[in-house]
Structures are given as C-alpha cells and as structure tokens.
DNA sequence: GACGTGATTGTA
DNA sequence: ACAATCACGTCC
C-alpha cells in the first residue's frame, strides 16, 4: 500500500505482528534495531530504519511514567495490549513516540529515538527544514515531528493507523550497544538505552551530546552581525 | 550553557 | 487553585 515512486523500498519487509511486542521491553528495545518505522501522517508516507531505542518498564522503573504513582490518565495506555501506540507531548514543545509492550494490564513500553532516514526524504526533510539528512531525526522529538507525529496518534494501534513496523528485508545484524536512559532524572542509571553501535544517525554515543562537531568550533568570529533583539 | 513551552501531576 | 516537573530542541 501507498507505494512511493522514486523511494527505494527494498529494504522494507512484511509487518511485524504484535505478538512481536508481548515481550519485555528489555528484549523487544534492541530487538527493533534495524527495523523499519514508516509513517503514513497528512497523507505522506515517511519513515526509516530505527537506529535507538530505550525501554522502559513498569512501578518498579523509576524512570517510567508507570513508576509508583499507578495508573493516571496519561499513563493509562501504558497497561494497554501489546503494539499500542503511546504518544505524549512534554516540555511544551515535543511529540514522543512509543510502543506499548508485554501483555495487557502490565505497563511497559519502548522510547524510538532515532531513525536512519530512508523513506520519503522530501517529506522528512520539508518537516525539519534546514536540518542536514542526519539530523532529521536524531532524537525523540526531532523524530515525531519528522514523521507527523502528535496526539492524534495517541492509543492507535501498528498497522491500523498512520505507523507501522516492518521487519528488514536485508538481514541486518546490527552490533548494538548500551547506555543509560537519557534525559531522566530517576533512573537514568539503569542501562536501557539501545543503539546502532557504528550508525550515524543516533541522538548521541555511549557518553556526551552529538558528536556533529559543529558546536564545538562556533568560534565568535562573526560579531558584527548583530540581529534582531531577542 | 540557558531558556522556551504547556500538559500532567501531586500538593495545598 | 498552585508549583514543580518534564523520556527535548534550539540558539547564544
């Protein structure tokens, strides 16, 4: 469905059934590597190959919008069946995606927070304008605005919705690695974070922010041009 | 390194 | 009702 023309789709695979996700979130994270997220949102497809991924778990997790306080009306959907869609939106500005796993009235899901863009690069590129290709999703927020992502896609389910996950086509074997959960300020010590060990597309390496390099050598040499007030 | 931005949540 | 928090991104 919705084939794209000019999009190389080789790599894409059948759909992973969501029975693939009536597992831990320990094993269902790194077990998504080289899978393949695509969105159908506002009528574009787009999508890519996910490249980092963190679990998370249920009260036990401190880390976890499931942690101790129990079920609120946000949180709900984390206790819903396996392959359910969670998007919530934080700092006033951000779209978050994941997939619910294990089984229905246990919590527990999967954070993707990196893609390696592969479908539909104008429409991913229109969304996060001005960005070079390995920024157009290198990270949780970067990556639902990329894709169209908002609440609206909140509780839907893969494959009957606007997101699904395909399997590779190509056997991909990527070497993953681990690190703490990022941006958390309980439980961040817990290694839960997955990623593509040699991919450059991911939010950041085991330690420290994005090696772009580009921060780095913002020298001010430029200060005439003063702007506008800000 | 510092802010914006607004929903969610626990607390008063 | 209120204030703290926040699974982040951007620009300085």
Do not use: W
């Amino acid at each position: 469905m919705g084939e794209v023309p000019g999009v190389a789709k080789a790599h894409v695979g059948g759909q992973l059934p969501l029975s693939f996700f009536d597992r831990d979130p320990r094993e269902v994270a790194p077990d998504l590597l080289g899978a393949i997220l695509v969105s159908t949102a506002g009528g574009a497809v787009a999508g890519g190959i996910i490249v980092e991924t963190e679990a998370y778990l249920g009260a036990h997790d401190p880390g976890s919008h499931a942690a101790t306080h129990g079920m609120t009306p946000r949180n709900a959907v984390m206790y819903g069946p396996p392959g359910t869609v969670y998007v919530y939106f934080t700092y006033g500005n951000h779209y978050m995606l994941n997939l619910i796993c294990g089984p229905e009235g246990e919590a527990g899901g999967v954070l993707i927070r990196a893609l390696e863009p592969t479908i539909g690069l104008d429409t991913l590129r229109s969304r996060r304008a001005g960005r070079p290709d390995r920024e157009l999703a290198n990270g949780p927020g970067k990556l639902a605005a990329a894709l169209g992502i908002d609440l609206t896609h909140n509780r839907t389910t893969l494959g009957e919705g606007d997101l699904v996950v395909y399997d590779s086509a190509v056997p991909s074997d990527p070497v993953v690695e681990t690190s703490g959960r990022v941006g958390l300020s309980a439980g961040h010590e817990l290694e839960l974070r997955y990623f593509v060990a040699d991919s450059s597309h991911v939010s950041r390496g085991r330690t420290g922010p994005p090696r772009t390099g580009r921060a780095r050598r913002a020298t001010h040499a430029r200060e005439g041009a003063h702007d506008e007030t800000r």
